[in-house]
């Protein structure tokens, strides 16, 4: 089970950091992605981290506005965001999946609900 928290109504230049709580067994096995679904756009990746994370991998140019960090001693995984302008509207999830990070949605096989990120200019 997957449950992010951190979201909310923000002002454009806040950094908030997203987390996403897990739950389960073995859970250094799995790696976990996250993804951003923007309003009637489709759910895209953002940043993954390996089951023990010693390894990440960012969209193309994300690396620079999001960071991916992991704690599993806490079952913790965080996603600090940079600055953030009204374009970065949008619901936040994470997900998991067994063995290796990939930056496709169709890879993973659980997924929290997901936490609105709402930009104010």
């Known amino acids: 089970q997957l449950v992010e928290s951190g979201g909310g109504l923000v002002q454009a230049g806040v950094s908030p950091r997203l987390s996403c709580a897990l739950s389960?067994?073995?859970?250094?096995?799995?790696?976990i992605g996250w993804f951003h679904q923007a309003p009637g756009k489709e759910r895209e990746f953002l940043a993954a981290v390996n089951g023990i994370g010693s390894n990440q991998a960012y969209a193309a140019g994300a690396n620079t506005r999001v960071t991916i960090s992991r704690d599993n001693a806490k079952n913790m995984v965080y996603l600090q965001l940079n600055p953030l302008t009204p374009d970065d509207t949008a619901v936040y999830f994470c997900a998991a999946r067994q063995g290796r990070y990939s930056t496709s949605v169709r890879d993973y096989d659980h997924w929290g609900q997901g936490t609105q990120v709402t930009v104010s200019s």
């Open positions: 389960g067994r073995a859970l250094n096995d799995y790696a």
